[in-house]
């Protein structure tokens, strides 16, 4: 869990700061940011019913909600990758006070993002193997960083996609 913490932040990196070592010729990605951002907001809100029946009590509901929360994360993840693997990084071109707010939710996407990784890894362990403590103790991180990312990844898209080539 931890090597795979670690592993996905460093691979978005090289992504970021090498674009072109995986590009494939010909392949059309412009569609994914969308998609992403769709992922994102079903993520957000999958986060929160799961919330929502463990408050209540239903597990089976909140590990379905989780689960499936998990699942879109991990195709996000893999959208995200292929997108970035193939496009050109788009720059934001607002300028003044909008542009240190933009940053400034980018960079705590960004940095939440990369923390979000092991720290899903291991609520989600924690949940497969029965250390329901441990579970619930790591949850009153996980909960809140992956709704704010979700909900930030959202923000990020609408932002930004003006300036989409």
Request: hydrophobic letters at 55%; proline letters at 3%; aromatic letters at 16%.
């Amino acid at each position: 869990m931890l090597a795979l913490g670690l592993i996905i932040p460093v691979v978005v990196a090289i992504l970021y700061y090498f674009p072109q070592v995986f590009r494939v010729a010909g392949l059309d990605v412009s569609y994914l940011p969308a998609v992403n951002a769709v992922l994102n907001s079903l993520t957000a809100v999958l986060l929160v019913l799961g919330y929502v029946f463990i408050r209540q009590k239903k597990v089976a509901q909140h590990r379905a909600m989780m689960g499936s929360a998990f699942l879109l994360g991990a195709v996000f993840l893999v959208s995200y990758v292929v997108y970035h693997s193939q496009a050109v990084t788009t720059r934001f071109g607002g300028e003044g006070l909008i542009r240190t707010v933009y940053y400034f939710i980018l960079i705590t996407h960004i940095v939440l993002a990369a923390l979000t990784v092991g720290l899903v890894l291991f609520t989600l362990y924690f949940a497969l193997t029965n250390q329901f403590a441990k579970h619930r103790r790591i949850a009153r991180w996980t909960f809140p960083i992956w709704l704010y990312v979700s909900v930030t990844g959202v923000i990020v898209y609408l932002m930004i996609s003006p300036y989409y080539q």
